[in-house]
Every structure is written in C-alpha cells, then in structure tokens.
C-alpha cells in the first residue's frame, strides 16, 4: 500500500503562483511514475501532468505546458507540481497519484483545493 498527501492548495490571483506537494508514504520502492490530476465539479477528472519516478522524465497537458513545473525529490519521496502564471481555468481539486506500472494509476491522494480568482 501506499499512502499519499496533498498540500499547498488555495486561493490565489490570476497570474499568481502556487506550489503544491505530495508526500508518499508505505511501499513506494515500487513507484514507476507519478502524476497530477484535476477535477472541476461536473466534469471528469484529467491529467496535468507526469513524471517517471527513476528517470524524471515529464510530460504535460497542452493547457499548462509552459506554466507548470512536475519535479520529484526521491529521498523525500514527494512530488512537486509548480504553477505559475495561473489561470481562472485552473481551479479545481489537484489529486496526485501513484502507478506501479506503465499505463494505470493504482493509489490516489484526498486531494488539495486551487482556486484561482479573475
């Protein structure tokens, strides 16, 4: 089992900045990647953004790519996601997850509120 925490959610300017963390916790030696999602009411959660746990690499969705940073530290066994220059069409609930494999995200974190006023 793993077991992950969200933090560093909250209101926020548009044009302003927020940096969110998610520390993972239990048999995270298993961990292939790491990713961030989102989820506005009525609508299905999606992808913003993805890093290999071994080899750090990233990968975004279209709308964030150029203002959203995914970073791992792997002796904290946390991942960051650096928003900047954000946008009303960011707020939302940002839940990180954990996959073990290649294609599927097996645990997920209670999720941390962004709300980002125009």
């Known amino acids: 089992q793993v077991q992950l925490v969200e933090s560093g959610g909250g209101l926020v300017q548009a044009g302003g900045s927020l940096r969110l963390s998610c520390a993972a916790s239990g048999r995270t030696f298993s961990t292939n990647a790491m990713g961030w999602f989102r989820q506005v009411p009525g609508k299905e959660r999606e992808f913003v953004a993805r890093i290999t746990w071994r080899v750090g690499s990233t990968y975004y969705t279209d709308p964030v790519k150029g203002r959203f940073t995914i970073s791992r530290d792997k002796a904290k066994n946390t991942v960051y996601l650096q928003m900047n220059s954000l946008k009303p069409e960011d707020t939302g609930v940002y839940y990180c997850?954990?996959?073990?494999?290649?294609?599927?995200?097996?645990?997920w974190g209670q999720g941390t509120q962004v709300t980002v006023s125009s």
């Open positions: 997850a954990d996959a073990l494999g290649a294609t599927t995200y097996d645990y």
